[in-house]
């Protein structure tokens, strides 16, 4: 049972992770990557290992999710500014 | 050998004056030879002579300098130095001179001494056609000191000594025990090697009177140009005597030596007669091959 | 659980190639994280036992019998820290990709290749 | 004792208080920062004080309370001691370089560079597999963010590049980490050495694997390192210094740390990944002109030599004491030289390396440059120097060849850039420029200079237990170079005083052959130095070079074993390369001296080190009995071939000709009558072993010795008359008489070495008279053409004489020394049999007289050229020592006893005499020659025939020299009637074949080939930051095939 909940997990995070890499939008891509990891925390729980999930859950998938996003943000801006310019 | 001093020098002396003017008629032999050969009546034997004392007469001179001044003062040195220092005649204790000085080695570079003080006098001189015959005679020389070099190893390997009056001991007793017959190719390569030391055609191109007016000596005249005559033809039969004791059984006696260095100094003067003149490169490369391989084959004979 | 272990694994290829086709600078980062995300995985997979429980002192689990029931807690540790640094290391290569940015204004790896040889 | 815990417990306090100091101020947050650097240094020195000196165990600090595995525990021993110490100094040092960056920066570079260097003390001493991992990541991240610490965008790019391999290569080594503990159970790694054997398994082999990839790929191994590179040529100098040693320095104690982990038979494939390293990364470095990339290169390789170095020594089970050396010296080599480099860089500020050339201006800093090139290559006393001595002889006793020819083709490599960089400083056109020297930058320079310099001379003597004898020339190099303020009058004066003091103190030790040679190298130097005096002003850094060479060829004498032999050789090398460089044009030439120098240097390095003998020196072969297969035939080989080289042997002669003529005109002298002889003397003491050893086939190698001689001979002189500059025309003659010389020594007997070593004085005397005076017209010519000279005998005559003198004694003619030799030559070689030998040393010596005339007459003969219309006669310093020699050569001309005899003493231990003597006639087996009579008879007969003609001619007339018979005619001018260019053009037409440049083409080829193999080796670094990730990956993947796993 487990291990059928595993697979589909596994299975939605590989296509995350496809999407990630192959999506042209930027922020798409952000967010499977953000996907995988909260998945991945969900897979930590079963494999019995609930502070690492809790870990991941908070700083592999928030705030790391929230890097990248400040990060393309300031990249929208300077775009801005070149528009400005 | 324990000739007191001023006796020594005195032979040495006489044994000088005999081989100066043996060298000189030899030379004036020589002139009327060629002139026979082409067609004219050419002068007396004993022109040399006349020459010399001509040039001797001379009194106006001029010098470029010091090494100008000693440059025939060097050349005739050398030409004497040389026959001084070879035995002239077997068992003779006037005309064995000072060979206690050095054996083979000591004559073969001795040669050396009266042509560098020559080109250096030459040099000074400030000529072109000067230095131009300086170039080309040095060239020229270390061609053919090469077959005569091997020539001589040769002679060494056979008998196993470089000490000339050895040497001549060595063939007495018979004409088989020449050097010329036991051991005749060094002896054709050391002959091959004599025509370019007396510089008759067609290794004449140091003093190539058409293009280089005499060569070397150019600017020399008077007295200077006397001592170089007298020394030609010392220096001449001196190199004949090395060359009649090293191949051609030496001389026991003034009459053998005569004989024998007339007939060594005839080949090259045949040779002479007959042939055109080499380039210098020409030359270096005829003496570097043909009489060299056949002093390189004498030696390899002898060493197996 | 040999299926979290080829999960991980196949994370890790997938953003290894991330890093090695794509050629923007944010999908680079964003495979350097999703190797690490795999790797985590792998880490913990390996750390887990089947059967047993996450190594809290509770009821069940006494210090007696703790060394049989938990699971090793040291790669659970090694993760929690690998975590971390993974977030330090991806904030740090955004914070280049910015400034990057800042002045070329491309984000493809393909300008930033001047220095070679 | 402080407990290493401080340290990391400073570095962290500290760290977080930082935001809180500098609300204080800026200049107390960076006193604290130097604070810590310095306690954490002092705490480190206290250390390694205790375990160098007491005998202090390594303590393991256990943290937590608990042992291992369950806590975390560190290790302080004496290799941890040794690296925290260089790393927090040179931490301290490069915190000072960067004080100007830290002042303007922000606050937090400070805390990030406390962390970075926090992180490699943490690496080195952590025993925790894991927490190694976190420190490493430490480090990494620090540094990350410090390379953006002035940001520009190449540093930015380079930056992102770094992170993304070396994040790549992180991952590895967690993945190997966590795979070792679920392996083995802990992650102690005393622990998991202690049961390596999972190794053998593929999935332990995979993960240790993994580990030390990991581990090798952050040392930048070869072509996995294109980002490093990047890093190294962008970075700022003080961050990049602490990168390229600090950094390294904690990385390869990792790796060090860990190699017990790789299993003994996959030790070799470790050492091939450091050598590929090593010699790919100097190969293309030679294509390098941007400095501080050239510098990366550099590091990068001496990373791999000592990775090479480390799995090797473990390999052999060499000594852990002997190969804690080795590995420390070529450690600490680098790590001063680079930082100190990467410092100067910074000071520069100049990119490529021809624009470093404003270096020539600010000695002191040169010197500096110059000493940590030197250290870089090897030269002595330096670390690298001893380690490469120890090294190699393991090697060599472990028959590693492969390994041997690998790392010193890769030091030979390295060697040919730096000294190219170093010569095109020294010798550059470039303008003066303003170059800023702050204190804060020059004062670690300055320090890592004098800590060098301080290594440098305790190694010798406190290791190999050197007393004061070997390290004389340094000695004396150092007191001229306190005395360089002097003029160069009272220098040479001092000079001279030190060698005649230097002589006196070494007599006692000399006898026999190497009276001889202390003649030839002191006598001949004291004589020489005169000459010196004619250099104007103070002329610095000649004469401290010029007593470190002549005292080492002395070492060279008295060396009582191997390794001082070969230290004075290579101090003599670099003294002469150096003294080679000051030439005004010898960039070049100089460059192809030290090649071939060094080459040969290394040659001899493995010949000694494959003999089975540790006293190869003329005083240590007294000492011990001597017994066949000591020099196996390979040592023989090297040897010679060595020595061959130093005399400048056809086939590698063609550094000689260029660093004999382009050097000064007095040290040209020097080099050629004296140095030279260095070759001569080894191959002395090689055949008295040859002699002693009862070799197979050496009757062999000498045939060959010989030929290899008289071609030397014969092709030496036939390149020198062709030549149009004088000095070539020398060179070329030199190499010739030396090969009469290396003929002479090859015919091992009694007349032979007799013959050699007379020649050896001789060619002193007249080589040094024909030189100094050459030198002195040169000095007033202005020119080395020959055809632009002429006709200077009447301006000076005394030069004239000497190389009237000169050229008589050189020729062989009669009555003069010369012949002498010739006599000796000749009588050995028909003595031995070699009468072809003798028929081509004929040739060659009638040859000679082809470029002596041209010598003398195109020179100071012939027309003189207007423009010397008003030369003077040159400096009377040049000339006293020429008459010198001029006396001698008269004197053993006159009288050849006098050195002939000596000289049949001292061969007559070695061989039965030949020779005998009746008075003053010498008899051989086959002739015999009295050079006393000769002298005389000719004297005699001269002296007549002068007085003869000066009465028989009168007065006479002195003309102009351009007043002659010229078919009538005035020739058109001096200049064009001084036949003198080309002048042996008919030769060249005949023989010119001869001197097709066969040699130089073959070794241009070398070098052309190599150069374009470096060129397109380095095309792998395409500058993608993705390419650099999958060559990461796939030296990964190619590596874990190669070493077997499956």
């Avoid at chain 4, 620090?142 to 940001?151: C, D, G, M, Q």
Wanted: net charge positive.
């Amino acid at each position: 049972m487990i291990t059928v909940f595993i697979i589909i997990l596994g299975i939605i995070m590989i296509l995350a992770a496809i999407i990630a890499v192959m999506s042209k939008n930027l922020l798409t891509a952000i967010i499977s990557s953000g996907v995988i990891s909260l998945l991945a925390s969900i897979i930590y729980l079963i494999l019995s290992a609930p502070d690492v999930a809790m870990t991941e859950a908070a700083i592999g998938s928030g705030l790391t999710t929230i890097v990248f996003l400040y990060a393309l943000s300031r990249i929208k801006k300077i775009n801005k500014e070149i528009d400005d310019d | 050998m324990d000739t007191p001093l001023v006796l020594k020098i005195l032979y040495s002396l006489i044994s000088l004056a005999v081989i100066t003017i043996w060298g000189l008629s030899l030379g004036g032999i020589v002139r009327k030879i060629y002139a026979r050969v082409q067609g004219r009546i050419g002068p007396p034997f004993w022109q040399p002579f006349i020459d010399i004392i001509k040039t001797y007469g001379k009194r106006t001179a001029v010098t470029h300098g010091i090494m100008f001044f000693l440059g025939p003062v060097f050349r005739i040195a050398g030409g004497i130095g040389t026959y001084l220092f070879i035995p002239a005649i077997l068992g003779s204790t006037i005309f064995s001179n000072f060979s206690v000085s050095g054996d083979v080695l000591l004559v073969m570079y001795f040669i050396f001494f009266g042509q560098l003080g020559m080109a250096l006098g030459a040099g000074e001189s400030g000529h072109p056609y000067s230095a131009i015959g300086v170039a080309r005679g040095l060239a020229q020389m270390t061609a053919f000191e090469v077959p005569f070099a091997l020539s001589i190893i040769a002679i060494v390997i056979q008998y196993h000594t470089l000490n000339i009056t050895t040497i001549v001991l060595a063939q007495q007793g018979s004409i088989l025990n020449w050097t010329l017959f036991t051991n005749p190719l060094a002896t054709i390569a050391a002959l091959i090697a004599l025509l370019g030391m007396n510089m008759h055609n067609p290794f004449s191109v140091v003093l190539a009177p058409q293009e280089i007016p005499i060569g070397p000596p150019t600017e020399f005249h008077g007295s200077y140009l006397a001592l170089m005559q007298t020394n030609r033809g010392i220096f001449n039969a001196a190199k004949l005597v090395l060359y009649m004791n090293l191949f051609f059984g030496g001389a026991t006696n003034i009459f053998a030596l005569i004989i024998k260095t007339f007939s060594i100094y005839m080949i090259s003067v045949v040779v002479g007669v007959s042939f055109p003149r080499f380039r210098t490169d020409q030359s270096i490369k005829f003496f570097l091959f043909v009489p060299t391989l056949i002093a390189l084959l004498a030696i390899i004979i002898l060493v197996l | 659980m040999r299926y979290t272990l080829i999960l991980g694994f196949i994370l890790f290829m997938i953003g290894l190639w991330a890093m090695l086709t794509r050629k923007n600078l944010f999908k680079i980062v964003i495979g350097f994280s999703i190797i690490d995300t795999g790797v985590h995985l792998i880490i913990v997979t390996i750390g887990y036992l089947s059967g047993k429980t996450a190594p809290i002192l509770d009821k069940l689990v006494t210090p007696a019998n703790a060394v049989q029931k938990v699971v090793d807690p040291i790669p659970s540790a090694l993760v929690l820290t690998a975590i971390v640094i993974g977030l330090a290391v991806t904030a740090l290569m955004l914070s280049y990709v910015v400034r990057l940015y800042k002045r070329r204004k491309s984000l493809s790896i393909e300008d930033y290749r001047e220095l070679k040889w | 004792m402080v407990n290493p815990i401080m340290i990391f417990i400073l570095f962290l306090g500290t760290a977080f208080l930082f935001a809180l100091f500098d609300k204080i101020h800026r200049k107390f947050s960076f006193a604290i920062l130097q604070l810590v650097l310095l306690i954490n240094t002092f705490i480190a020195g206290q250390w390694l004080y205790k375990f160098v000196f007491t005998s202090q165990t390594p303590v393991m600090i256990f943290t937590a309370g608990f042992k291992p595995p369950f806590s975390i525990n560190l290790r302080m021993g004496l290799e941890e001691a040794f690296i925290l110490f260089a790393v927090n100094f040179v931490g301290l040092l490069s915190a000072l370089y960067l004080s100007k960056s830290f002042k303007h920066s922000k606050v937090y570079p400070l805390v990030l560079y406390l962390m970075m260097i926090m992180g490699v003390n943490g690496i080195v001493m952590t025993r925790d597999l894991f927490n190694l991992f976190v420190f490493l990541e430490i480090s990494s991240i620090s540094t990350y963010a410090l390379i953006a610490l002035k940001e520009n965008e190449q540093r930015l790019a380079s930056g992102f590049k770094y992170m993304i391999a070396s994040g790549l290569a992180s991952v590895f080594f967690l993945l190997g980490t966590i795979f070792i503990y679920h392996i083995t159970g802990t992650l102690n790694i005393d622990q998991i050495i202690t049961h390596k054997s999972f190794v053998i398994t593929s999935l332990g082999f995979l993960s240790v694997f993994t580990l030390m990839m990991s581990l090798i790929i952050e040392l930048k191994p070869f072509p996995a390192n294109g980002w490093a590179l990047d890093v190294y040529q962008t970075t700022t100098s003080g961050v990049v210094s602490i990168i390229a040693v600090a950094n390294s320095a904690g990385v390869f104690y990792a790796f060090y740390k860990l190699l017990p982990l790789i299993p003994h038979n996959q030790l070799l494939f470790i050492a091939g990944i450091g050598i590929v390293s090593f010699l790919f990364s100097n190969l293309i470095a030679i294509k390098q002109t941007d400095s501080r990339r050239l510098l990366g290169y550099s590091s990068i390789a001496q990373i791999g030599l000592l990775i090479t170095v480390t799995a090797l020594t473990r390999y052999l089970h060499v000594k852990s004491s002997t190969s804690l050396f080795i590995i420390s010296s070529i450690f600490l080599s680098n790590f001063i030289a680079k930082a100190g480099l990467f410092w100067i860089a910074g000071i520069i500020k100049k990119t490529h390396i021809k624009e470093w050339a404003i270096l020539r201006f600010k000695p002191g800093l040169l010197i500096i440059f110059g000493v940590f090139i030197f250290a870089l290559v090897g030269i002595p006393p330096f670390p690298n120097f001893w380690a490469k001595w120890d090294l190699i002889r393991f090697l060599a006793l472990s028959k590693l060849h492969i390994w041997i020819i690998l790392i010193l083709l890769g030091s030979l490599l390295e060697a040919f850039y730096l000294f190219r960089w170093f010569g095109s400083i020294v010798r550059s056109e470039q303008n003066e420029e303003q170059l800023l020297q702050p204190a804060y930058k020059t004062v670690p320079i300055i320090i890592f200079f004098l800590l060098l310099i301080i290594i440098s001379i305790g190694i010798p003597i406190h290791i190999y237990q050197f007393d004061i004898l070997p390290l004389l020339p340094i000695v004396g190099l150092l007191i001229l170079s306190i005395f360089d303020f002097l003029p160069s009058k009272l220098k040479a004066i001092i000079s001279m005083i030190i060698i005649a003091g230097y002589t006196l103190y070494i007599y006692p030790v000399l006898s026999g052959v190497s009276l001889v040679f202390a003649f030839i190298f002191l006598a001949g130097s004291f004589i020489q130095l005169i000459a010196t005096m004619s250099r104007k002003g103070t002329d610095k850094g000649f004469f401290p070079l010029l007593v470190g060479m002549i005292l080492s060829m002395g070492s060279l004498l008295v060396a009582r074993s191997s390794l001082e032999f070969f230290f004075a050789w290579e101090l003599m090398t670099i003294t002469a390369y150096m003294l080679v460089l000051r030439g005004r044009k010898a960039e070049k030439p100089a460059l192809l001296f030290i090649l071939f120098s060094l080459a040969g240097a290394y040659l001899l390095l493995s010949g000694l080190s494959y003999a089975h003998v540790i006293n190869f020196s003329l005083v240590g072969l007294g000492t011990i009995p001597i017994s066949a297969h000591m020099l196996p035939i390979t040592a023989f080989i090297l040897i010679v071939v060595a020595f061959l080289i130093k005399v400048g042997a056809v086939g590698f002669h063609i550094w000689l000709p260029g660093s004999y003529a382009e050097a000064e005109d007095d040290t040209t002298s020097f080099m050629s009558s004296i140095l030279s002889k260095t070759g001569i003397f080894g191959m002395l003491i090689l055949l008295l072993f040859l002699l002693k050893m009862n070799m197979h086939h050496s009757a062999l190698f000498t045939s060959m010795l010989g030929w290899i001689g008289i071609f030397t001979v014969f092709f030496g002189s036939l390149m020198a008359i062709f030549q149009e500059d004088v000095k070539y025309l020398l060179a070329y003659s030199s190499m010739g008489q030396l090969g009469y010389i290396v003929l002479c020594m090859a015919a091992m007997s009694h007349l032979g070495w007799v013959s050699g070593l007379y020649l050896a004085v001789n060619h002193l005397f007249f080589k040094a008279m024909i030189l100094l005076a050459v030198a002195g017209v040169i000095s007033r010519v202005g020119t080395r053409n020959m055809y632009e000279m002429g006709g200077l005998i009447k301006k000076m005559p005394y030069s004239f004489i000497s190389v009237l003198i000169g050229i008589i004694a050189l020729s062989g003619v009669p009555p003069l020394s010369g012949f002498g030799a010739k006599w000796l030559i000749y009588t050995a070689l028909l003595e031995k049999g070699w009468y072809f030998r003798a028929g081509l040393s004929f040739f060659a010596s009638a040859i000679a007289f082809l470029y002596l005339f041209r010598l003398i007459h195109t020179i100071f003969l012939g027309q003189p050229k207007p423009q010397h219309q008003n030369v003077k006669e040159a400096s009377p310093f040049f000339l006293i020592p020429q008459f010198l020699f001029i006396f001698a050569i008269m004197a053993i001309s006159m009288f050849p006893n006098l050195i002939i005899k000596p000289l049949s003493t001292f061969i007559n231990p070695y061989f039965a005499s030949t020779i005998q003597w009746q008075g003053n006639t010498l008899y051989s087996s086959l002739g015999y020659w009295n050079g006393n009579l000769v002298m005389y008879v000719t004297m005699g007969v001269f002296m007549l025939l002068l007085i003869w003609l000066i009465i028989s001619i009168g007065r006479v007339q002195k003309v102009k020299q351009f007043n002659i018979v010229f078919a009538a005619e005035r020739p058109f001018k001096p200049t064009t009637t001084h036949f003198a260019h080309n002048f042996y053009a008919h030769y060249k037409r005949a023989l010119g074949t001869f001197v097709r440049p066969v040699t130089t083409g073959f070794w241009n080829g070398v070098g052309e080939w190599i150069s374009s193999a470096a060129g397109s080796i380095r095309q792998i670094y395409s500058g993608n930051g993705q390419t650099y990730v999958l060559y990461i990956l796939l030296y990964f993947i190619v590596l874990y095939f190669i070493m077997g796993g499956k």
